[in-house]
């Protein structure tokens, strides 16, 4: 759809606009900040609403050009032979940055690539950038597509070299000045304003997204335009927490990636941290989103198994265990894979000068010659009998003492109550079964419909063991059990959180109603 307006265009920008600007656009090696490089900066100076100024330069990205890049752009390797490296511009074009609002159309995708540019020569680059695409948005919001070529089209814009960084640039401008003419400057102004009081929104997210954020603890939900779930997160500052990955997006690529599909922020509160953390694993197992890499469920895990060899030495072996079969509590620690467990091998091997044979880290048979790592005074040479398994073993129980899996401290199953510390309307119950993750109950009646009483005599609740209760509710899960013991055995984390332990007991089967 192209539009037909009766008002004459506007000579310079409206006074709404900030008074010093710089329209920029980069042509970069691809779409991944950290990786690709900048092949050409193109920007337009504006002082007081007028044009001072164009800039434009090549950049040597000191690395190959995609031929898809070349197509898209038009530039190919010749036209950068002789052009200066980022370094060597990197002071002019910060006389034209500085101190001067920076105006781009996706302005993150531009911005993440100059404060990674800047980075790699040592400079830090910070501002806080104007998207002409969110602008558009704001204004324009009877069109559904605010890309550039979508404006272009909407305004009969002239364009020589689509996808050229200072045709783009002025491309930005021509679009500010029949934004001028359109609209008030303090329509204009409140709209800049309301994007440059904070950190750069994704350019298809609305500020009003942030706005109904909470400043509480809970677990916050990132979906795409087409209501696709890309992040499952949690804090105890969801608002705080949702703002940091946008100020520091540009460090990551899979960041920056999802960072530009981000168009709807949903969320869940819980009473605190603790309850922010479950539903966390428990979401993210359940819902698999795009994004979320760790947290995911694994039904096979490793652990350490020991034993003693021939001439009285502690040994270990990573075993594999499937945890809804159950988990081997005589053995040591949980790992998602045996890469992960050889690395906290090889780290307890450097910290208690433990051989790496013994451990099995290394190949070869036990037979009295020295491992690799007793050549270089790594190991004391339990590998060839110069140290006594008395004192190895002893070294190696010590490092291993932190990784015991931990006994469940009650005689059976509890409950905990989570309360918010400042609304103590908001509350939570968690059923708990031996590390073992078995329900939330939302609401007190939930106690009795999973077979639970209040014992008048005693703070006690009791519990018998629900027919309704599905296995797939009481399987280990490694994530859960860190969180219950983060929590469970530090009184300190559980009095800041306001948590309280109910523990259960059994009810005969002939006093509960079915």
Known sequence: ?????????????????PRRMVLLDCETTGG?????????????????????????TFVDPQTTLPPFIQKITGINPRMLIGAPIFSDIAEQLLEHLNDRALVAHNAR???????????????????KPLCSVKFSRALFPQFNRHGLSHIIKRFDLTIENRHR??????????????????????????TCKQQLKRPALPMNLSSSEIDKLPASAGVYYFYDTNGGLLYIGKSVHIRNRVMSHFTQDHKNAKDLQMSAKIAHIDFHNTPSDFGAQVLESNQIKALSPLYNRRLRRVKKMHQFRSYEDSRGYKRLSIEAVDVDSGIDESNIGLFRSPRQANKKLESLADQFSLCH?????????????????AQLNKCLGACHGAEIPELYNQRLNSALEGYQLQIWPYSGPILIEERNAEDSDQTALHL????????KLTAADELFERGLQTMDSSNVVAVNDHPNRSQD?????????????RFLINDDRMKMNNIKIWPLMGIAPENFDY
């Not at 539009?3 to 506007?10: G, I, K, P, T």
């Not at 044979?357 to 009295?368: D, Q, S, V």
């Open 165 to 190: 960084a200072m045709d783009d640039a002025e491309m930005i401008y021509q679009f500010f000045l029949k934004s001028s003419a359109l609209f008030s400057a303090e329509e204009i102004a409140a």
């Open 432 to 439: 708990i079964d031996n590390w073992r993750y078995i329900k």
């Open 1 to 17: 759809m192209q539009l037909s307006w009766f008002d004459n265009d506007a000579t310079q920008l409206s006074d709404g606009f």
């Open 32 to 56: 991944n900040a950290t990786r690709n490089r900048i092949i050409e900066i193109g920007l337009l100076v504006i002082e007081e609403g007028k044009l001072m100024e164009r800039w434009q």
């Open 473 to 485: 509710e009481i399987n280990f899960d490694l994530d859960i059990y860190f969180i219950l013991v």
């Open 357 to 373: 044979k013994l451990l099995g880290l290394e190949a070869g048979l036990i037979n009295n010659k020295p491992c690799f790592r």
């Open 109 to 127: 995708f531009d911005y993440g690539f100059l404060k990674n540019e800047f980075a790699r020569i040592g400079i830090k680059f910070s501002t």
